[in-house]
């Protein structure tokens, strides 16, 4: 992508542990564009929140070893120092952690993690940044933000709690958001003001947004592209409606058919992907998704490419050796009847 804000290529991060050498990521390329929300899905233990943190910077300890770029504007940040990554964290990149009640300084009022944050990369005074901090509590939507500015974290909801995570991580304008599992533990009425807030905030300051998330139906609602992710690897990569209506990987028929549908008769038992994710010390040979397949056969040993095959779609790629004529007859629905989007969006 020409126009990248971040690009990343070739990501491996691996860590040495007692049961051996766990390849979290292996191998990851994706491109980031200014105002786009990328998504990035799959199940516990896939190499999500891995590869988001290793962008950060914080995943660095003496057993864990790093290969490939992410390049940020021109700057490399997988060999970046401490110090260089230090400008760039909070100001340039941000992250909205998964937990805010441990990602919160319990013992300090939310008010002054927030002033720390502005006044450590823009420096200014002590009132200034106090009322740029009353600003953000108030468009994250916290009621009574300038009384609220001194409370500490507990004497917050999990939502606001989230908000406030979500005003600290914007308040020195970043122009990357990571979203780490945003909505978890959330009930269905918080989560869609947590997701709105987070579209009015990217249409206010033009931020690219990486989502990492399981939450197919959180996806459908805010992403524009999406990357599957199975046991450290990208398995397919698409547009939301490239996705959701034309899925060319079984993980991802996996993953969609294991939503159940409101316009669809209730089933008696729900759908599932069988087996379990594979231990990332000790991976299958070949396609990691190879022991869950139904459609394995002996193609499937040697690792397939991750690129595209679908005729006039070359940003739809995917990792699997079946032709495009037998993924459709293998594939239990036909294209359309998976996606959870909008018809109005599902391609001719």
């Known amino acids: 992508m020409a126009d990248a804000l971040l690009s990343v290529e070739d990501l491996r991060v691996s860590f040495a542990t007692e049961e051996g050498v766990v390849e979290a990521v292996d191998g ?8 786009e929300v990328l998504a990035v899905v799959g199940e516990s233990g896939s190499g999500k929140s891995v590869t988001a943190m290793t962008l950060m910077g914080l995943t660095r300890s003496p057993n864990a070893r790093f290969e490939g770029t992410a390049q940020y504007k021109g700057t490399e940040l997988i060999g970046a120092s401490e110090d260089e990554l230090r400008r760039v964290r909070g100001a340039e990149i941000a992250m909205i952690f998964q937990d805010p009640m441990t990602s919160l300084n319990p013992v300090q009022r939310i008010g002054k993690q927030i002033v720390e944050q502005i006044q450590e990369h823009e420096g200014l005074p002590d009132q200034q940044a106090r009322e740029r901090t009353v600003e ?28 406030v995570m979500i005003a600290l991580a914007l308040s020195c304008n970043p122009s990357v958001l990571i979203a780490d599992e945003p909505t978890t533990a959330l009930d269905v009425t918080i989560q869609a003001q947590i997701l709105q807030r987070m579209r009015d905030l990217r249409e206010e300051t033009g931020a690219a947004v990486i989502l990492v998330t399981h939450d197919l139906g959180v996806v459908a609602d805010i992403a524009d592209r999406i990357a599957v992710m199975y046991a450290g690897r990208i398995v397919e990569e698409g547009t939301l409606d490239q996705i959701f209506y034309d899925p060319q990987h079984p993980y991802t028929w996996g993953l969609l058919g294991s939503i159940t549908r409101v316009d669809k008769p209730r089933p008696a038992r729900l759908p599932a992907i069988a087996g379990l994710p594979p231990s990332l010390a000790n991976r299958p040979q070949g396609c990691h998704f190879r022991p869950r397949c139904p459609h394995e056969f002996s193609e499937c040993s040697k690792v397939p490419p991750l690129e595209a095959h679908v005729q006039g779609n070359p940003e739809h790629r995917d990792r699997c050796w079946l032709s495009v004529d037998e993924k459709l007859a293998k594939r239990e629905v036909l294209p359309g009847e998976i996606g959870l989007a909008s018809k109005e969006h599902a391609p001719a």
């Open 136 to 163: 953000l509590l108030e468009r994250v939507g916290i009621p009574r933000a300038r009384e609220r500015v001194d409370n500490y974290p507990h004497e917050f909801s999990g939502g606001m709690r989230q908000r």
């Open 28 to 35: 990851v390329s994706f491109d980031l564009a200014a105002g």
